[in-house]
C-alpha cells in the first residue's frame, strides 16, 4: 500500500509567519503534489513537481513556495501566512507511467489555522 | 465548458438502494479517469480507476461513453457506509500529470 505521510494533522499559526508543512512518500513516485481543499471550492492544485528539484505552479500558487530535495520529500512553504490560507492542506503522490495519468494517492492531511 | 462536472447532490436513498452518478468531461483526448471517496473531513480515497469502457468492483461499476464524454458511477445494494462524497477524477488537458477533481457528488444512504 501507498502511504503519503503528512507532517501535521492539526496546525495553528499566526499572520506574518513562515509556516512549513511537509510530506513524504515511501513508493518512489515521480510526481508529487499539494493541494487545499475549502468548503464549496473542491480540491485545486498549489503546485506540484515530476522530479527533484522540478516544481510546476498549479492553479494558486500566490503566497506559496514549494522544495523537493529529495524524491521522497515534497514541503510546502507560506511565505508569510495570512487568514485567508486558513484551509485543508492536501499532500499526493503519483508514479509516473508517460501519456497514462495514474491515480493519486493523498496523505491525511493538515487542517491549517491562521489567527 | 469545464473540465470536469459533477451533479452535487446530495443523493438520498434507502439502504438496499442501487444509485448512479453521472460526470461529464471535457478533454477528448483523456484516456484514465478515477473516482474517488472522500468522507467528511478526511483525505479523497480512490476507489477505481477505469481505463476503458469499464470497470466493476464488487457493488460498484463505473462506465465509460467516450462518444458523449461521461463517466458513471453505479453503486448496488447502497449500505449505510456509503454515505459519503465521490469525486470525478479526469486528466487534466494542458499537463500528463495533472489530474482534474471535480468538486463531487454527495450521498447518503438512509436505513
Known amino acids: 500500500d501507498v502511504k503519503v505521510t503528512q507532517s501535521s494533522r492539526y496546525l495553528v499559526k499566526r499572520t506574518g509567519e513562515k509556516v512549513f508543512l511537509e510530506c513524504v512518500q515511501d513508493m518512489d513516485h515521480e510526481n508529487m503534489f499539494w493541494y487545499r481543499q475549502d468548503p464549496g471550492l473542491g480540491l485545486r492544485l498549489i503546485y506540484f513537481?515530476?522530479?527533484?528539484?522540478?516544481?510546476e505552479k498549479g492553479d494558486i500558487p500566490e503566497g506559496y513556495s514549494v522544495s523537493r530535495e529529495k524524491k521522497e520529500r515534497f514541503s510546502l512553504i507560506l511565505e508569510s501566512a495570512s487568514t485567508n490560507q486558513t484551509s485543508m492542506y492536501l499532500c499526493?503522490?503519483?508514479?509516473?507511467?508517460?501519456?497514462?495519468?495514474?491515480?493519486?494517492?493523498f496523505g491525511d492531511g493538515t487542517r491549517l489555522s491562521i489567527l | 465548458r469545464k473540465e470536469v462536472e459533477q451533479d452535487p447532490g446530495p443523493f438520498n436513498v434507502p439502504e438496499g438502494a442501487t444509485v448512479a452518478f453521472n460526470c461529464t468531461y471535457s478533454?477528448?483526448?483523456?484516456?484514465?479517469f478515477f473516482w474517488y471517496r472522500q468522507d467528511c473531513r478526511k483525505e479523497p480515497k480512490l476507489l477505481m480507476s477505469?481505463?476503458?469502457s469499464g470497470n466493476e468492483d464488487g457493488r460498484f461499476t463505473a462506465q465509460l461513453n467516450r462518444a458523449s464524454q461521461y463517466i458513471s458511477l453505479l453503486i448496488r445494494d447502497s449500505k449505510l457506509s456509503d454515505s459519503a462524497t465521490y469525486l470525478c477524477v479526469v486528466p487534466g488537458m494542458d499537463s500528463s500529470y495533472k489530474l482534474i477533481f471535480g468538486s463531487g457528488t454527495r450521498l447518503l444512504v438512509r436505513p
Open positions: 478533454n477528448s483526448a483523456s484516456q484514465s
Open positions: 499526493a503522490s503519483s508514479l509516473y507511467l508517460g501519456s497514462m495519468n495514474q491515480p493519486q494517492h
Open positions: 477505469v481505463y476503458s
Open positions: 513537481s515530476y522530479d527533484v528539484k522540478m516544481k
